[in-house]
Every structure is written in structure tokens, then in C-alpha cells.
């Protein structure tokens, strides 16, 4: 299976995206799903459905939003454009924020499970020792919910690889700039004569795709083990 020159630079973009994302939803990840799953305070389900929204609503209404509040014509985007000459929409920044908004109700509510299976008790005792709340937190829960952090990481990057609806909306398809794999997968299933290269990014796409299913489920594994030990 040979690939040209131009699905070699889709995939590189692609698998670009995808790691630049996840590294971005990482710590914004850690920080919200510890947060909701400690912390008790009036309007947390409020919150936690705000958060869940770009999960459960069609993905082009996230990209339609995004436009809104950073597009060129917006106050935000065109003040960036503007004054610092800054570009999001229809650009490399458009995909990598598409990206993480879709990504992180997912890698949140992975994380948030699995700091509630950390028993509170261990974190109760570290701080009548006299270990910091912050000591604390790297020290005893970070490590006890690492397998779940591992696993809503691993499926947040899953996520940025396949991103469509809010990608094509906010960032568009250009060719060369923001031509993901979903998006020219989308374009060339019209085009006459490319199903080759259709079935090539396809199975591309599907092999990282199971791969890292594999690799969240793994964790998972390991997450309830040690619960249940």
C-alpha cells in the first residue's frame, strides 16, 4: 500500500493536530475532572452539562459557535487579527481548537471517573501528616488515578483524529492547510477515481483508531484493578 505525497502530508497534519491537542487538553483536563470529582459547590451539574455540551450536540453547531466567538468578523477574532496579526479561522490554530473543545468532555468525564475511584481516605491522611494540599495531590491522588488519566488522554487523541463536523465549519478545508484526514476523505469520495486513496487514509485512520481504543482499554483494566484491590 503505497501512499502519495499529498495523503502523506494529510496524515503527518493530522497526527500534528491531534498531539498538539492532546497536549493542550492534558492539564485543562486534570485540573476541571479533579476539581468536579472533590469539589462540592452549588450549580456543579450545571457546570458538568456545560462542559458535556460539544459531546451530545452536532458537531457543526460547536464549529458555528466557534466561528461566532473567533471568527475574523467576531470581536475576539478580528481584535487578534487586527492588533496582533493573528489568524484562527480557517487556519492551523482553527483546527488544534476545534480539536481540544470536541476532545475534552471526553477526556474530562474518563479523568473525573477515575479520581473518584481514588479513596478520599489516603488524601485524608497524607494531609493530617502534615503533606500539603498540592504535595498531596502528586504525590498520592495523580498517581492513583494515572491509569484513567492515561486512558481519557489516549481517547481525547482519538478524538482529534477523527474530528469533522466542528473542523469543517470553523477551520474549513483547505488544501494544504487545514485538509485533515476526515476532511479528505469527505472530498475525494466525490471526486471520481480516488477510492484507492480513500481506502488508504480509511485504513490509516482505522488502525490508530483501534490502536488507541486497545491502549484506553488496557488502562481502563488496570483502573479497576486497583480498585478492586
Not at 92 to 114: E, G, N, Y
Amino acid at each position: 500500500m503505497w501512499f502519495t505525497d499529498e495523503e502523506i502530508r494529510t496524515i503527518i497534519l493530522t497526527l500534528k493536530v491531534a498531539l498538539i491537542s492532546t497536549v493542550v487538553t492534558l492539564p485543562i483536563s486534570v485540573i476541571i475532572s479533579w476539581f468536579l470529582a472533590r469539589k462540592k459547590f452549588r450549580g456543579k451539574i450545571f457546570i458538568e452539562s456545560i462542559i458535556t455540551i460539544p459531546l451530545v450536540a452536532p458537531p457543526v453547531v460547536t464549529g458555528y459557535l466557534l466561528l461566532l466567538a473567533l471568527g475574523s468578523n467576531s470581536f475576539i477574532g478580528g481584535w487578534l487579527n487586527s492588533t496582533l496579526g493573528i489568524k484562527i479561522a480557517f487556519d492551523f490554530p482553527a483546527l488544534v481548537i476545534a480539536s481540544v473543545i470536541v476532545s475534552l468532555p471526553l477526556s474530562i468525564r474518563t479523568m473525573k471517573t477515575a479520581f473518584e475511584l481514588v479513596n478520599p481516605e489516603f488524601e485524608k491522611a497524607s494531609l493530617v501528616l502534615g503533606v500539603s494540599e498540592i504535595s498531596t495531590f502528586f504525590r498520592i491522588t495523580l498517581p492513583m488515578a494515572l491509569p484513567g488519566i492515561i486512558s481519557g488522554t489516549v481517547l481525547a487523541f482519538a478524538r482529534c483524529l477523527g474530528e469533522f463536523g466542528a473542523t469543517i465549519v470553523f477551520a474549513g478545508n483547505v488544501y494544504g492547510k487545514t485538509e485533515t484526514i476526515a476532511l479528505r476523505v469527505y472530498n475525494d469520495m466525490q471526486i471520481p477515481g480516488r477510492e484507492n486513496g480513500v481506502l488508504r487514509l480509511i485504513t490509516v485512520s482505522i488502525i490508530i483508531s483501534v490502536m488507541a481504543i486497545a491502549i484506553s482499554e488496557y488502562y481502563n483494566r488496570k483502573n479497576r484493578y486497583y480498585k478492586s484491590n
